[in-house]
Nanobody
Framework: QVQLVESGGGLVQAGGSLRLSCAASGRTSSVYVMGWFRQAPGKEREFVAA????????TYADSVKGRFTISRDNAKNTVYLQLNSLKPEDTAVYYC???????????????????GGQGTQVTVSS
């Protein structure tokens, strides 16, 4: 089993920045691709970004491309999401996810990940 704990959320004004962290524990050697998702009130959970095991390959949702950056530190078993130029529409609960599959494919579907965290709230005021 792998446990994921997100942190770093908060309240920020539009145009501001936040850095989210997701710490993994347990059988972390079995984790390959990691991703971030978000869910706003009344909306479905949506893909934000994903990163390969080595960190060399990333992919982003069009809505965050150029503003958000995903990275990971395997020595610390942690994945990060840097959120810049935040907009009110970025307000959501942000979740990280981990995939046990050794495939290099960067999944964009929450249901295809094996583990998920409890989420951290990001609120962007206008």
């Amino acid at each position: 089993q792998v446990q994921l704990v997100e942190s770093g959320g908060g309240l920020v004004q539009a145009g501001g920045s936040l850095r989210l962290s997701c710490a993994a524990s347990g059988r972390t050697s079995s984790v390959y691709v990691m991703g971030w998702f978000r869910q706003a009130p009344g909306k479905e959970r949506e893909f934000v970004a994903a990163i390969s095991r080595g960190g060399g390959t990333t992919t982003y949702a069009d809505s965050v491309k150029g503003r958000f950056t995903i990275s990971r530190d395997n020595a610390k078993n942690t994945v990060y999401l840097q959120l810049n130029s935040l907009k009110p529409e970025d307000t959501a609960v942000y979740y990280c996810a981990a995939d046990r599959s050794p495939s290099a494919y960067l999944e964009r579907l929450w249901g295809n990940y094996d583990y998920g965290g409890q989420g951290t709230q990001v609120t962007v005021s206008s």
